[in-house]
């Protein structure tokens, strides 16, 4: 994937009142910070930036920021995002400023792809335990994700960090931890089926507990009258 260009603007004012013109405007209110540099307000264009982390998959991104002023572009990794409950949409973006031409640790996708025999005739599936791995490169190599090839495993078979592989860098996770099993669908079916009656259980007991809520909140509302 390497470095992500993206246009990037000053911002003098900041507050609440300010950033609420500012997104009005199109605009994310942003910092940006990290090295030598003093914390630095700055704002992105809603529409280019959205497109960016739609686009990735809202993996991790490493920005070539064409940054107003700046005779060379900084490079830099999200710190921070915050967006609406709701609506999700960006309010806010830290951005951490990353040495050029030095290693860096970013956590990169983990994908699996081909079909196993098993899984073919519907007598296994594949159970994904880690999504992510940390990757140590040089900015411009980051991998867009790394991807594990599963179609030779057969039923119980698992596939470990020590078993993957990345076109640049290397992989910084700890090589025991498991990445995915190919497990018979019986045995998969049958742990769904308990975590959802353990998650039934706790609605239950969520349900009873809301209900003494809201009875509680009744009560202080005569209480108020």
């Known amino acids: 994937m390497g470095l992500v260009k993206i246009h990037v603007y000053n911002r003098e004012s900041s507050g609440k009142n300010e950033n609420r013109r500012t997104r009005a405007a199109g605009h994310i209110p942003a910092v940006l910070y990290g090295g030598d540099r003093e914390a630095t307000k700055v704002q992105l264009d809603t529409v280019e930036f959205t497109r960016?982390?739609?686009?990735t998959g809202g993996r991790s991104v490493i920005f070539d920021l064409d940054l107003e002023g700046e005779t060379e572009n900084p490079i830099a990794l999200v710190r921070e995002l915050q967006q609406h409950p709701v609506s999700d949409k960006f309010l806010h973006v830290d951005l951490f400023e990353i040495p050029r031409g030095k290693p860096v640790e970013v956590e990169v996708s983990v994908v699996h792809q081909g079909e196993a025999q098993a899984v073919k005739f519907n007598e296994a599936a594949v159970m994904q335990l880690l999504d992510t791995v940390t990757v140590s490169c040089l900015p411009r190599e980051l991998p867009e994700k790394i991807t594990v090839d599963t179609s030779e495993l057969e039923i119980n078979d698992s596939i470990f960090v020590k078993d993957l592989t990345t076109p640049a860098g290397e992989i910084v996770s700890d090589p025991e931890q498991q990445v995915l099993v190919l497990k018979a669908v019986s045995i998969f079916v049958e742990e769904e089926v308990e975590a959802e009656g353990e998650e039934g259980e706790e609605g239950a007991e969520g349900e009873?507990?809301?209900?003494?809520?809201?009875?509680?909140?009744?009560d202080a509302d005569k209480k108020d009258d």
């Open 52 to 55: 960016i982390m739609q686009k």
């Open 208 to 218: 009873e507990g809301a209900e003494g809520d809201a009875e509680g909140d009744a």
